[in-house]
């Protein structure tokens, strides 16, 4: 294992903390679809894909398929915290009106938007 059981429910804590701060400013949000999977969205990421260093690499990457669309926002502090995209980037993103042409043409790598 890359991180200990302990840190690793820091990051899922601290994951969770983050995405009720982004989508308490944007004023919706599906918590409970979200925080359900947040444990294993964080195994996945932290210990488990192969994720290339920055987004739009060319670097051979895994892929999930998430058929939980309601609760996809639990990944954007992820995102956030491996370094795809900076605070300010995903608070610009997430709110109303928000510069979010870099969503929809993205495709994360590890997490594809259709």
Not at 13 to 20: E, H, I, S
Not at 28 to 53: C, D, N, Q, R
Not at 75 to 101: A, H, Q, R, S
Request: aromatic content about 16%; charged content about 25%.
């Amino acid at each position: 294992m890359k991180n200990n059981l302990e840190k690793l429910k820091n990051i899922t804590y601290q994951n969770r903390k983050r995405f009720l701060e982004l989508f308490t400013n944007l004023g919706y949000g599906h918590v409970t679809s979200a925080f359900s999977w947040a444990e294993i969205s964080t195994i996945l990421y932290y210990e488990i894909m192969k994720l290339p260093k920055k987004p739009f690499s060319n670097e051979l990457s895994d892929h999930i398929v998430v058929s939980k669309g309601h609760g996809c926002g639990i990944l954007f502090p992820i995102f956030e915290d491996i370094g795809w995209f900076t605070k300010e980037e995903m608070e610009n993103i997430l709110k109303v009106g928000g510069n979010n042409k870099k969503l929809k043409n993205l495709f994360f790598p590890g997490f594809d938007f259709y």
